[in-house]
């Protein structure tokens, strides 16, 4: 049985109260990729980035696929069972994150990636490609290798930071 995600239902809800406070001056962004070597660009980021102009940063907790779930012990679960499925919640997460915040998916800045099984996350690394290669951005990131997460069943988080 498929429940929505809390990741994908509560940021949207919490942040969209928010709007009626934000500003509508934008700033333009200058990004400037530091790229001492070139292999990052096959994975779709830069190896670093000079980020001038931002006026607003959006920074974002780890995001995963937890559901309710009233016989967890913490009430929550892993949403999906697979990296993949899990991949596309967490996507779904950020958007929604960033759509609260005014921004899009060309304002991320970095992203770190914790994941329990490394191949696993690099096998679903096409879902992550086509959601950021839309906007041409090519944001640093980092693969982390962790043991484990908040939940057994959980295979990866995603950390996000944004600037506008």
Known sequence: MHRPSLNRRLPTQTLNATHTKRSTTMSTITRTPVNPVAWGQN???????VTEGAQRVLRCSGQV?????????????????????QLQAILDSLDAL??????????IVHLTFYAT???ATLEAYDVYAAWIGETGAMPPQS???VASLVDPGLHLEIEMTAAR
């Not at 994975?43 to 980035?49: K, N, P, V």
């Not at 779930?69 to 993949?84: K, W």
């Open 65 to 85: 696929d937890l559901v309710e779930d009233a016989d967890a012990p913490m009430g929550l679960s892993a949403g999906h069972e697979d990296v993949r499925g």
């Open 43 to 49: 994975f779709l980021m830069h190896q670093g980035e």
């Open 98 to 107: 960033l759509e609260g915040a005014g921004m899009t998916r060309a304002d």
């Open 143 to 145: 693969m982390i290798g």
């Open 117 to 119: 099984d490394i191949p």
